[in-house]
């Protein structure tokens, strides 16, 4: 006869503790059947070891949340805003380029505020690659709002994260929805130039090309769709539109015509001209309306209303405010997730231009 005893079996990690029992029995066993049931038992808690491990990397690849800095750094948000509001008031555009770099950060590896590192004799980063040189801009912004953050809350709140924030509230600065930011991203060590050049979607782009680069990110076509809706703040460099204007068919011919008196076939490449002809620093549905009546300024957007499968949305989108703005909120959350450093990835950047 051998007597089993309650056996607590105890798992710990740095969050929760897991409790198994293995409730009493006095059993009358063979040697044989103890061994078998000694078997048994072993292979019970080596599955229950198993799930531990996973139940362990959840807990250090922790989820995004909006409450991550409620304890650490409470005043985040009014600190990023009221930075954000100050620089928005010098330059409307701002708020448009700070948008356009969380975008180029999040479609590059994810969400890690890899674009906002410098280049060095030994490292080279993401802002001089093709989609970004003499394009992306706002970076002293970004530096502010860290400083900011710093004082106020030492090594604690990520460039990635400030990103984020910037982003949700220059487009509020300019009249457009707001949204819930996830927050709990950690910034990357390293940066890829290679990977920006490939995983940008190009001015150029067929709407074909835009819905895979967005499908490999885990977007749909109508989260590109709304995506696209950014275009309603902004400028963009003749060199980006310059082929549409005077090679494409798809554009209205008055438009196409007033767009080369600053764009002209040579030269010019810097010359600026609004994405949204109607309401260029207000951020609206007007983008959508400027597609249906074939005044988009680049190609790629243009693609968007050109006898294919985004057409109807288009046209929805032109309409009704209501839903675009709600299509857009979501979709800038989930590319707001995108590959997310967490946990003890990665690291909390003390000057978002290097690495600690």
């Known amino acids: 006869m051998f007597e089993v005893n309650e056996l607590p079996v105890t798992f710990q990690n740095d969050r929760s503790t897991l409790y198994i029992y293995i409730y009493p029995a006095i059993l009358w066993l063979t040697c044989d059947q103890y061994q078998l049931a000694m078997a048994a038992l072993l292979g019970e808690i080596t599955l229950l070891l198993g799930v531990l491990a996973l139940f362990s990397g959840a807990a250090v690849d922790a989820q995004l949340s909006p409450t991550f ?24 555009r701002m708020a448009a380029s700070i948008l356009r770099l969380f975008f ?8 890690d505020g890899s674009i906002l590192l410098d280049d060095t004799s030994t ?5 001089n690659a093709g989609p970004n040189v003499n394009s992306v801009r706002g ?28 982003a949700r509230d220059g487009v509020v600065q300019l009249g457009g929805p707001t949204w ?13 130039q290679s990977a920006a050049n490939s995983n940008l979607p190009g001015p150029g782009f067929s709407l074909a090309q835009l819905v895979a680069a967005f499908s490999a990110k885990g977007l749909s076509a109508r989260d590109m769709t709304a995506l696209s809706g950014a275009h309603t703040i902004g400028q963009a460099r003749c060199a980006t539109f310059r082929s549409h204007i005077y090679t494409d068919s798809n554009i209205n011919s008055s438009f196409a015509a007033l767009r080369r008196r600053n764009c002209p076939s040579s030269g010019g490449d810097s010359n600026l001209a609004p994405l949204d002809l109607q309401t260029p620093v207000g951020f609206d549905n007007r983008y ?29 989108y032109s309409t009704n405010p209501a839903t675009f703005n709600s299509d857009f909120t979501a979709a800038m959350v989930r590319m707001g997730n995108i590959s997310p450093l967490t946990g003890s990835r990665g690291e909390i950047r003390v000057n978002c231009r290097r690495v600690n």
């Open 139 to 166: 970076f002293e912004v970004i530096d502010t709002i860290k400083a900011n953050v710093e004082s106020a809350c030492r090594a604690t709140v990520s460039c990635a994260d400030i990103l984020a924030l910037a």
């Open 123 to 127: 490292f080279t980063g993401e802002k």
């Open 180 to 192: 819930t930011v996830q927050l709990g991203r950690r910034d990357a060590r390293t940066a890829s």
């Open 104 to 111: 180029h950060d999040c479609f590059v590896n994810g969400c």
């Open 69 to 92: 800095y409620s304890s650490s750094c409470p005043n985040l948000q009014s600190v990023v805003r009221s930075a954000m509001t100050q620089a928005v008031n010098r330059e409307r």
């Open 288 to 316: 959508y309306q400027n597609l249906v009546a074939q005044q988009g300024l680049l190609h790629s957007d243009q693609e968007l209303f050109n006898g294919g499968s985004q057409d109807a949305l288009v046209r929805l």
